[in-house]
C-alpha cells in the first residue's frame, strides 16, 4: 500500500523550531517529488516547499530563509525543518508525493500531488 505519514508536530512559542518528518512506502520509484503543504482552519491548502527527485527545492516566499525540506532516497524519508516560526505557521501540516508520473521540478501545486498524508499539527503560540 502506497502511502506517506507525517510526524513531528507539535507546539512550540514564537521563534522556535521543530522538524517534521514525513515516511513514504509501498513503493519503489525513484523520481518521486515530494512536497509539504499547510492549511490553517478557514484558509486554503497552501504549497510550503518541494523537492525533486534530483534534489532540487522551491519554497513559498512565507517561509524562504526560515523553513529547509530535505529528503534521504536511502531511507524514503522527507523532513521540513521549520526555524524562526511564527504565530502565522500555525497549521495543519501535509506531506505529499507525486509518484509514477513524471515530475518536471519542485512544485508548490496541490494538483501535482497524487498521495497525501493524513497531516501533522503545527501550534506557535506568541
Known amino acids: 500500500q502506497v502511502q506517506v505519514v507525517e510526524s513531528g508536530g507539535g507546539s512550540v512559542q514564537a521563534g522556535g523550531s521543530l522538524r517534521l518528518s514525513c515516511a513514504a512506502s509501498?513503493?519503489?520509484?525513484?523520481?518521486?517529488?515530494m512536497g509539504w503543504f499547510r492549511q490553517a482552519p478557514g484558509k486554503e491548502r497552501e504549497g510550503v516547499a518541494a523537492?525533486?527527485?534530483?534534489?532540487?527545492?522551491s519554497y513559498a516566499d512565507s517561509v524562504k530563509g526560515r523553513f529547509i525540506i530535505s529528503k534521504d532516497n536511502a531511507k524514503n524519508m522527507v523532513y521540513l525543518q521549520m526555524n524562526s516560526l511564527k504565530p502565522e505557521d500555525t497549521a495543519m501540516y501535509y506531506c505529499?508525493?507525486?509518484?509514477?508520473?513524471?515530475?518536471?521540478?519542485?512544485?508548490?501545486?496541490?494538483?501535482?500531488?497524487?498521495?497525501w498524508g493524513q497531516g501533522t499539527q503545527v501550534t506557535v503560540s506568541s
Open positions: 505529499a508525493a507525486r509518484l509514477f508520473i513524471y515530475c518536471s521540478g519542485p512544485s508548490l501545486e496541490r494538483q501535482v500531488y497524487n498521495v
Open positions: 523537492i525533486d527527485s534530483d534534489g532540487s527545492t
Open positions: 509501498g513503493y519503489t520509484y525513484k523520481r518521486d517529488c
